[in-house]
Nanobody
Framework: QLQLVESGGGLVQPGGSLRLSCAASGLGEDRYVVGWFRQAPGKEREGISC????????YYTDSTKDRFTISRDNAKNTVYLQMNSLKPEDTAVYYCAADFYYCSGLAGEWTYWGQGTQVTVSS
């Protein structure tokens, strides 16, 4: 069983930065893919980016791909989402997800989820 714990969310002013972390545990291997999603109130969960164990990266959302960067540290079993130039419309609960097969921008195709971390962008 793979467990995921997100951290790093909070309140930030427009134009600011945050780095989210997704720590994975429960397995003795790192051969899984990890994705970042977000869900704003009243909206569907939206895929942001995904990274494989070999660090192949896919970005799903045009509005964030030039501002958000995904990375992973396999030694720490942790995946990061660096978010720069944050905007009020980035306000959402951010989730990481994991699976063993392939990346997808569709939330329904992921098996394991973290509990989410709130990001609020406001002055």
């Amino acid at each position: 069983q793979l467990q995921l714990v997100e951290s790093g969310g909070g309140l930030v002013q427009p134009g600011g930065s945050l780095r989210l972390s997704c720590a994975a545990s429960g397995l003795g291997e790192d051969r899984y893919v990890v994705g970042w999603f977000r869900q704003a109130p009243g909206k569907e969960r939206e895929g942001i980016s995904c990274i494989t164990s070999s660090e192949t990266i896919t970005y799903y959302t045009d509005s964030t791909k030039d501002r958000f960067t995904i990375s992973r540290d396999n030694a720490k079993n942790t995946v990061y989402l660096q978010m720069n130039s944050l905007k009020p419309e980035d306000t959402a609960v951010y989730y990481c997800a994991a699976d063993f097969y392939y990346c997808s921008g569709l939330a329904g195709e992921w098996t394991y989820w973290g509990q989410g971390t709130q990001v609020t962008v406001s002055s």
